[in-house]
């Protein structure tokens, strides 16, 4: 049984002009030591679907769904016991470690505040794990007394985590962890939570735009496009054989330095409204009903997702 199970779950934004759909039926398993990816570009979805998860909408509201972890509802329990299980069975590693950080407190208090808040341990038990969650991700014991601003972005997404680990956790969730991070730290920190998965047995969801990261810790691959799930499969799966046109286009903008330089192909077009997706979908259909596909029109009409959408259903119906 799946350690980690999410069914269609429905998250929305509430705005002057009507709810936003940011995600919209994204149901996917997690097993226990699998890592999974979430790929797909700015406003897709993602960050949503893993804030969702940690119950941390703003501005929003989770409207739908159900999140089954080791058998816990954690959508429906009140937020006073979903308070305690965070941390000690499922964490995230925040993508900005510097705005997560409380920047009047040391970075060993902060580790020690949330074991103490979790684990039955005394003040000076708590320091000595935190010396040691500190040592495991490579950073120097000492450096506990330190605060966020004396340490480098790695050392400080280094430090998150290890907040991430400090109650062992049975799911942890990475952020767009390494995104403001240069590319030699960037791979320091994805082989050391590769290396603390296959240690810890850790289940990891990986929340990336950088398909080269997700391609080199994940077992799986989720591709989101304006709040749905366009594509999953097992990364190798996913990379060679990709099915679905954006997944196409999204794996064709990564850069080759020993292949001839070429701009790679964009959607024409805007991404669909997400306060009215339906209605647009709609529309795409009725195009199509009448056999009137015109890739101009719909460029300006519906937007790349739709055009991607019309011209699979075209190709189907003249199959």
């Known amino acids: 049984m799946p350690i980690l199970q999410v069914e269609n779950l429905r998250t929305h934004y509430f705005t002057d002009e009507g709810p936003v759909k940011a995600a919209d039926g994204v149901s996917f398993t997690l097993e226990k030591g699998e890592s999974i990816g979430i790929a797909g570009e700015s406003g897709c979805g993602k960050t949503t679907v893993a804030m969702s998860l940690m119950r941390l909408i703003e501005g929003g509201a989770v409207v739908g769904g159900k999140v089954i972890l080791e058998g816990l509802s954690l959508l429906d329990m009140p937020m006073k016991q979903f308070r305690k299980i965070t941390w000690d069975k499922i ?82 969730i990475a952020d767009e962890m390494t995104t403001a991070l240069d590319v030699v730290t960037q791979a320091q920190v994805l082989q050391l939570l590769i290396g603390l998965q296959k240690e810890l047995d850790l289940s990891l969801i990986y929340i990336s735009h950088e398909l080269s990261i997700l391609g080199q810790a994940c077992d799986r691959m989720i591709i989101m496009y304006a709040g749905k799930i366009v594509e999953m499969g097992p990364t190798e799966t996913v990379f060679s054989e990709p099915g679905h046109p954006y997944t196409q286009k999204l794996l064709s903008s990564n850069m080759d330095v020993h292949s001839d330089c070429a701009i790679p192909e964009s959607i024409p077009g805007k991404p669909p409204d997400l306060l009215n997706p339906q209605s647009r979908r709609r529309q795409v259909k009725d195009l199509l009903r009448k056999d009137a596909y015109d890739p101009h029109f719909l460029h300006r009409a519906l937007g790349g997702a739709l055009i991607i959408q019309a011209t699979m259903q075209r190709d189907r119906h003249h199959a």
């Open 91 to 172: 964490s995230l590693v925040s993508q900005a470690a510097m705005g997560a950080l409380n920047p009047v407190k040391t970075v060993g208090s902060q580790i020690v505040e949330a074991i103490r808040l979790h684990m039955d341990l005394s003040k000076s038990d708590a320091w000595e794990r935190t010396r040691f969650l500190l040592s495991q991700v490579k950073v120097d014991p000492l450096r506990a007394k330190s605060y966020p601003h004396e340490l480098s972005g790695g050392m400080k997404q280094r430090v998150m985590i290890a907040m991430a680990l400090a109650c062992n956790p049975q799911v942890v």
